[in-house]
């Protein structure tokens, strides 16, 4: 006896010890958390440099690192607490079950007892000693029967308490899994955008400024041309027939998207503000057979299909293992007379736009435009001069 205590309190200790390195290991980890949250707050404050692009992206994999092991420990203690509940819900379903079984005994036993009268106590009594001795046993016997339900009711409780907590619990886990699911698939997009930034600057500070300067001078453009065009959110867009999909960059399925997760284009870099090109990239594609990539595909590809971290798609991209390349062209009717090609516009003194070139119909440039309203099958020139064109390119898949 006094070996089986010792071996309860020597598995006691370790279970509090075990306890307390779990709670110093979560404590650890959310000090990192902490200190590089606020690193990254500090970096973000400081100026646009290669270094610093670099040393925030390092961050950032490190923060998404901590955060996933700090999930991953809160799933398995989640694990832990669900298995501790099935044992005590198992223990439990057996006392209700036991007590149940005493209850359904003792029914019909109270049932003959409430049956007898009071005559028949004072009948079946030898004296008045005997009577006082009957009602105290059957007043007993009732207390008894009064406990027993109780118990019966307690012991239910408790078994439902613990389901019901049970219940929570996995629900909490299922939502750390996911929470799990998604700051692995950001961790691995972190890293690619950090290869992606190193491949393109080729780790040069001056190639980095350049590409970065050009990038926010296009994003900039498209800015500005939304903003003078106005409009919000609109539904309904799509259009599909034989030629392709019609997409417009403000449709409510995307248009609050964000490009590349990016929020620094003079405000959101979402689809509706600066997405004309990737919605006239969708619209080409469709035309091609791949009716299955829709602007907000191409938002949230992979980083490296935008320049330095930014939300500018570069000329070579790959979008759900296709390859989409642009290259340049001129804008003719014969080059428009079997395959679409994508036109930048300059509009006011800031502003800049793309849309597709469908054909010629002789006499006009067809056009889906993805800002206006309904805008496929439209007239060039009733929007747009040809003077103001300063780039034309033909897709390849």
């Not at 089986?4 to 650890?28: E, P, Y």
């Not at 919605?279 to 080409?284: G, K, L, Q, Y």
Request: contains cysteine; charged residues 20%; hydrophobic residues 35%.
């Amino acid at each position: 006896m006094r070996r089986f205590f010792q071996i309860i309190v020597i598995v006691g200790i370790t279970v509090l010890l075990g306890a307390q390195v779990f709670a110093q290991s979560n404590d650890d980890i959310q000090k990192q958390i902490d200190f590089y949250n606020q690193q990254i707050s500090n970096l973000q404050s400081q100026k646009d440099t290669l270094s610093k692009q670099i040393s925030l992206l390092n961050s950032q994999i490190t923060l998404t690192t901590l955060q996933i092991d700090d999930t991953k420990q809160k799933i398995s203690a989640l694990d832990t607490e669900i298995g501790q509940l099935d044992g005590e819900i198992g223990r439990l379903e057996t006392l209700k079950t036991q007590r149940l079984e005493l209850v359904l005994h003792r029914i019909p036993q109270s049932y003959k007892r409430s049956a007898a009268s009071q005559f028949g106590w004072l009948l079946f009594s030898k004296d008045f000693t005997e009577l006082i001795t009957r009602a105290k046993y059957l007043a007993q016997l009732q207390e008894e029967d009064t406990q027993l339900y109780k118990q019966l009711q307690l012991a239910q409780n408790d078994y439902n308490d613990r389901k019901d907590t049970r219940e929570k619990k996995k629900v909490e886990q299922e939502a750390l899994r996911t929470q799990l699911v998604q700051r692995t698939n950001l961790l691995a997009q972190q890293k690619s955008e950090k290869q992606s930034l190193l491949s393109q600057t080729q780790n040069d500070e001056s190639r980095y400024q350049q590409l970065l300067a050009q990038a926010r001078a296009q994003l900039a453009g498209f800015a500005s041309f939304a903003s003078s065009q106005g409009g919000g959110l609109l539904g309904g867009q799509t259009h599909c027939d034989g030629w392709g999909c019609y997409y417009n960059q403000r449709d409510s399925q995307w248009g609050n998207m964000l490009i590349n997760g990016r929020n620094d284009c003079g405000g959101a870099c979402s689809i509706s503000r600066v997405g004309c090109l990737i919605t006239s990239i969708a619209m080409v594609a469709s035309h091609m057979g791949h009716n299955d990539i829709t602007p907000a595909d191409i938002a949230s590809s992979d980083p490296n299909n935008f320049s330095v971290g930014t939300a500018m798609l570069r000329y070579s991209i790959n979008v759900k293992g296709v390859n989409i390349s642009r290259i340049a062209t001129s804008l003719s009717p014969d080059n428009v007379k079997d395959n679409p090609v994508v036109v930048g516009i300059r509009w006011g003194p800031f502003g800049t736009h793309f849309v597709v070139i469908k054909s010629y119909d002789g006499s006009h440039y067809i056009m889906n435009d993805p800002y206006q309203e309904g805008g496929h099958d439209k007239v060039f020139t009733d929007s747009y001069s040809l003077g103001s064109v300063f780039e034309v390119d033909r897709v390849s898949i």
